[in-house]
Each structure stands twice: as C-alpha cells, then as structure tokens.
C-alpha cells in the first residue's frame, strides 16, 4: 500500500511507551515495515533523526537509514552515510560519521578551557546507549572540525557523556604531525574538568638543573578528594618528587598535604667536588569546623635546610623566605568566653654556612579568655580576663632551654568608658598580670630557677570630637572627617627585663611610661544615592616616652626590641635612650578598585632623618591590565638593622590560561647592591581549542643559586599543558 497524503506525508505509529513520528516526501508500508524517501525525519521522544532514506521496522522499532544521516538527542549530534538504530534500546551503528557532544564547562584558573563541542570522526560510531559511544578508528578534537589545530588519533576510544572519554592506542598530531603516542588517555566531557589519569608529560630546561622531563599522576577516587604524584628527572641534579593530596569530606571540613623533595648528587665546586643540596618541604593544612561550636585549624611546615630552600624554591618569593611556621589549634567561643588549646612551632634561619637558626616551639598550651562584659546593666563597668599555660622551648646560637620550660599567666582587667556629650570619650583600662616561668636567665646563661613577672597596667584612650565638613559637587557628595586620638599607657613591675626568657611576644612586656598620639584624616565620596567609600585616609603617629629607660629594660648600643617599640612600627629604632619615636606617616589611597596605593614613612627626630620609607601602588586600569610598584628603604644604622634599598614591578595584561593574548613582566632589583634579584616574563597567545605559552625566569641567590629557567608550553584545552608552565588543577 502506498501513502502519499502530500508533499511531506506523516504517519504515527506507536513503539514502546511513546508514538514514533515518521515524516517523509514519499512514504510506503509493507506489512510492519515502513519505508520512506525524501527529506525523512523520525521524532520518537528526544531522539530525532534524518535521512535521505529510511526503513522502520515497526516490531522491533529497527531504523536502518542511508543518506545524509543527522541523528540528535540532547546533546548528541551525529552525522554519517549509514546507520542502524533501535529507538526502543537506543542501540546503533554509524558508518563514516561525525559526531558532535555539547558540555557547559565551568571556568577554570588552571586549565584553558573551551565551550566548543568536543568533535570525533570515526569509521564506526556505535551507540550503547543515551551516556554511551564507542568509536572505532577515529580522531577526537575540540578545535573547529574544518581546520583543527590538534587532534588525538584513536584506534578505539569509549566516550562516557558528562564524565569522560577514554582513548586506546593514541598518537596526539598537532597540525596534522605526530607528536606523541599515548597507549592509553583520557579526555574530560564533564562541566568540571577533573578525570583521573596520568598528565601531560613536562618538559623544559634549565641553567641550574638541565634537561628537566617529569609526569605525574591525577587521582580523583571521589568528588571530594584528589591525589598528584609526580616525578621529574633533572639531568645536572637528580629526582624530584612531588605529592598533593586535597580533601573536603565535608561542607565545614577541608585538608591537604604537599611534599616537594629533591635527590641531589650536586653541582662540581671549584675543586671538582661535588656539593649536594637536596632535601625536602611540606605543608599539611587542615580546617574543620566541627560539632558544639569548635573549630580545629592546623598548618604544620616542615624544612630540611635553608640551603635546599634557596637552591630549588619555584620562585624567588619563596627562595628568600628564611623561615618556617607552623600551628595548630582549636577554638570554642561562647557566651563572650573563648577556651583555646594550641600549639606553635617557629624556625627562622640565621646563617647559610655554617647553618644556624633560632628554634622557639609553644606546645602544648590551653589559653582561656573573655571580652569585655558588664555584670550591671545600669553601670558602665566592663569586665574581662586572660588565661594561659604552655610549655615553651627556645635553642639558638647562645642558649638553649630544657626541652619544656613551663609557662603561665593570669590577667584580670576592667574597663570604664566614660563620655561627656559627643565632645570627649575616656576609656580607661585598668589590668594585673600575674606571668611565671619555669626557667630564668642569669648572667646569660639557663638556669633552672623559677621567675614571677607581677605587673600593674593602665591604659587611657582619649578620643576627642571629630571634625567634619561636608560639600556636593553635582550629584556627588565628599566628606572629609579629622580624627584626633591619644592613647596613655603606663606598665610597671617588670623590673629586672633581662632575667626573662623570650619566646614570643608576650614576653617582651617592660616597664613603660608612654603616650601615643595621632590624627587621622579620612576623605569620602559617594556618587549619587549609593554607599561612601573612603578614597583618602592618612594618618600620623608618633609616641613620648616618659621613662626613656623602660624600667632599665633598653641596653644603650644595641638594638632593642619590645612591645613598646615594635606596637608603632616594625623598623628598630631604639639603641639609647630617647624621648621620642619616629614620626609614623601611613597615608593610602583607593580608588573606585582601580587604583590603591600606600606610602609610608618613619621620620626619626632624634637623628633627623627618614628611618624608613615604603610605597606600594597597585594600577588595574582597563579590564585585566594590571601593574604593581613596590618601594622599600630603610636607612637606619647598621646595629639596627641593615640597611636596604629594593624595587620590585609586575605588570601585565590577562593570565597564564585566558582566550588571547596575555602578558606579564617582572623584576626585582636591589638599588643597595646594584644587582637584578629576579626577572620575569611571560607571552601567552590563546585561541578557541589551545594556545602557546612562553616564560622566561632568573633568579639571582648569591653562592648558591643562580639559574636562568625557560619554560615552553601548548595549552591543550580542557585538557591541560604540555610542557613546564602548568600549575595543577584545583576542585575546590
């Protein structure tokens, strides 16, 4: 029997649980099966499919179709000369086709990433079913099918929709040349780009370690946790071994550990002897947030030698930090109450040959504490306390205390705020501290005997009115506000400052008579019916000191270093007695989050003459443009502190990983020495599937490093980089 209703003849026939719509320009049935010719599309639920020429089966729901096959569903596309297909299994068979998988992929710091559709051609496609393909004799891209800049060449590849295609005897072509050969990979067809696998080889060369080839292995055995180990082979140096492990089991937990080591045969000195200088460094971070309002935080570092730091650091940031911190803790505040157990370990460095370094550990320790609160409603009458104990541990060059020297405190305090109209506000604190030690020093030697440091503190806040003017300037409104404030404290108790071991700040207490002093200036803007933001703030400080001596705690001639000095700034300045402190100039300026900039300055009046100057200015003036300017001397005498004098400038457009061209150029350079500490410079040009990436690094560490770094990669979109630019992918 023949139908021919028209033009496009339609025909419904039902097939499993839904109708199947046959439409076609001429159309014949012979028992179940129809066939149709011309223009034929077939919609059987979100399956819809197209050829020149079609045969259904009715009883089985068999399409078998020849002809400018186009078969749809969801985000399937798949076109070819012939097809088998089941509509009621969703199993099929393509010959020469194309295919097409459409993923909405979340933005990406770490990998370049494309919204184009990831593109296979294939001499059989064969459909599992709705989340599943095997393609046989095929080459996957997400480049523009008609000019592909790369593509993965597959004798058999699985693709599994929304979670990733796993690719079997694989050669990567990059403009149709083969570049590498993979027995096994996988591409990623998920919204987060995040597969397990091995990654990317990394290649690159180097002054300072050679050839550098290395690879690594991506774990991600759940969505909440992942695992890189890798290796990397320096041909002058050794292995280097490098392991992450992240975690967030949960919503209010996260953790995770990195290790970076090095097993290192030397660089030849001048007698041909060879000067190993491997080690290792890790950090295990944890923070968690757990039942009955407690907290638990930890960052626990660990270092071999400063030497290994210097000699194989990434960056010059992190060559030249000499120290090492680590800390633990857990925290529960309630009701204004705060009960604490900690513990704290600090290493700093001091020499590189020989090597030396001060060791101060805290641990353990309990402290608990309370704010400010008032037993009366109608009396303003604040009460509050701090409460501690640790054990402590100091080693150093010069001494070095038993291995837990206990420690504690007591410090009961009252607070009066005291106001009279808006014209004057008096807060004055009132405190006793009770602090003993289990070791005392003596002569400048440890010596067991216990310590007792009693003191008496009161603290005066005096804020008197602020002067404001306000004024418009067309639909703009300024403020300019004059904040005039004076602090008293007077400590005393103390007395013998140098029988105590310091281990941290709270230590460094002393006798002191002092006023500090500042004014504040504040501009603010606010455009038309929005919030103000302060643009201009400046404010100047300075301290008189009534005792000059501090109880007797300062030395004359050296330098000294304590509370009542380092709260106004951190540049010594104390090595004789005096009156005044340098004069503190901070002003800073923000501007609508475009512009931000600090200057600072230490006026000494005693010497007459800028102590230290620091200036800081950060430009994003268009889009992702950005530059960053950084100044800081200090010209204070040598037993305070050497002096310095160093410039550092970074500056750019975009990043590492953004569609188009991005750069960025840095230097640090030493103006006291006269030398370039470090240099940077990176080119990146990105396109729609890859793009290519260049940087060039020195670094300049004396004696023990001096390293030129060239670093190439292709960025491989959604994929990851081929080379030695590429930073590790983040899930969180």
Not at 592 to 608: E, N, S, T
Request: charged fraction near 20%.
């Amino acid at each position: 029997m023949v139908l021919t209703p028209g033009l496009h003849g339609q025909i419904r026939v039902p097939a499993g649980r839904g109708m199947v719509q046959l439409e076609a320009r001429e159309q014949r049935r012979e028992g179940n099966l129809f066939i149709a010719d011309g223009d034929v599309t077939i919609q059987y639920a979100n399956i819809r499919f197209r050829a020149d020429y079609v045969q259904y089966n009715a009883s089985t729901s068999e399409v078998t179709a020849r002809g400018h096959i186009r078969f749809d569903s969801d985000s399937q596309t798949l076109e070819g000369a012939e097809a088998r297909f089941n509509l009621r299994t969703g199993r099929g068979k393509f010959t020469a086709a194309r295919g097409t998988v459409r993923t909405a992929r979340l933005s990406n710091r770490s990998v370049l990433v494309s919204q184009n559709p990831f593109i296979f051609e294939a001499e059989e496609i064969e459909r599992l079913d709705d989340r599943t393909y095997v393609i046989r004799r095929a080459w996957v891209t997400v480049c523009p099918p008609d000019h592909p800049i790369w593509k993965f060449y597959t004798a058999r590849a699985t693709l599994y929709i929304g979670r990733r295609a796993r690719l079997a005897g694989t050669t990567f072509r990059l403009f149709g040349m083969p570049v590498l050969y993979l027995p096994y990979a996988t591409v990623p067809l998920a919204k987060r780009l995040r597969q397990t696998g091995f990654l990317l080889p990394e290649l690159g060369n180097s002054t300072h370690k050679g050839f550098v080839l290395g690879d690594a292995f991506y774990w991600a055995p759940t969505t909440w946790a992942d695992a890189t180990v890798g290796l990397q082979l320096y041909s002058r140096r050794g292995w280097a071994q490098n392991v992450e492990l992240r975690a967030r089991p949960t919503e209010n937990i996260r953790a995770s550990y990195t290790f970076f080591g090095v097993n290192d045969r030397g660089l030849p000195d001048a007698n041909d002897v060879r000067q190993p200088q491997g080690g290792h460094e890790s950090q295990f971070s944890l923070d968690a947030r757990l039942p009955g309002g407690w907290r638990t935080v930890a960052d626990v570092n660990t270092l071999t030698s400063l030497t290994f730091r210097l000699a194989f650091a990434p960056t010059f940031a992190a060559a030249v930090n000499s120290e090492v911190r680590s800390t633990a803790f857990a925290t529960n505040n309630f009701r204004g109450f705060s009960l604490n157990f900690f513990a704290n370990k600090y290493k700093n460095f001091l020499t590189l040959k020989p090597e030396t370094a001060i060791l101060l550990r805290s641990s353990p320790g309990a402290l608990f504490s309370s704010v400010e609160q008032a037993p009366w409603k109608r009396w303003p009458v604040y009460f509050g306390f701090l409460m501690y104990a640790d054990g402590v541990h100091r080693e150093d060059p010069l001494i070095a205390t038993s291995a837990v020297v206990q420690r504690g405190e007591i410090a009961p305090r009252v607070t009066i705020p005291l106001h009279w109209g808006p014209w004057l506000g008096v807060t004055p604190t009132f405190a006793l501290r009770v602090t003993r030690y289990g070791q005392q020093l003596l002569a400048g030697a440890v010596v067991n005997d216990s310590v007792r440091r009693t003191t008496g503190e009161v603290t005066v806040d005096l804020r008197p009115a602020s002067f404001a003017r306000e004024w418009t300037s067309g639909a703009a409104k300024w403020k300019h506000v004059i904040e005039p404030r004076a602090v008293y404290r007077y400590v005393t108790g103390v007395n013998d400052f140098g029988r105590f071991l310091r281990f941290d700040e709270n230590d460094t207490l002393t006798d002191t008579n002092e006023m500090e002093y500042s004014l504040t200036q504040r501009l603010y803007h606010r455009a038309g019916t929005g919030s103000a933001d302060e643009i201009v703030s400046w404010k100047i400080t300075q301290k008189y000191f009534f005792d000059p001596t501090f109880g007797g705690a300062l030395v004359p001639g050296q330098r000294n270093v304590f509370q009542a000095l380092d709260s106004l700034t951190p540049f010594a300045f104390a090595d004789g007695f005096r009156k005044f402190s340098p004069i503190v100039s901070d002003l800073r300026f923000t501007l609508r989050g475009h512009y931000d900039a600090q200057f600072r300055l230490d006026y000494d009046p005693v010497r007459g003459k800028i102590g230290a100057i620091g200036s800081l200015l950060k430009i994003r003036p268009y889009r992702e443009s950005f530059l960053t300017l950084a100044h800081f001397s200090t010209r204070t005498a040598e037993i305070l502190q050497p002096r310095s004098n160093q410039v550092r400038v970074l500056g750019g457009y975009g990043d590492i990983n953004r569609p188009g061209l991005n750069a960025i150029l840095g230097f640090s350079y030493d103006i006291q020495r006269n030398f370039l500490q470090n240099q940077t410079a990176m080119v990146s040009l990105n396109g729609s599937c890859c793009g290519l990436a260049f940087e060039y690094r020195r670094l300049a560490l004396g004696s023990v490093r001096t390293e030129n770094q060239f670093r190439l990669a292709l960025l491989i979109a959604n994929i990851g980089t081929f080379g030695n630019l590429r930073r590790q992918e983040k899930i969180f």
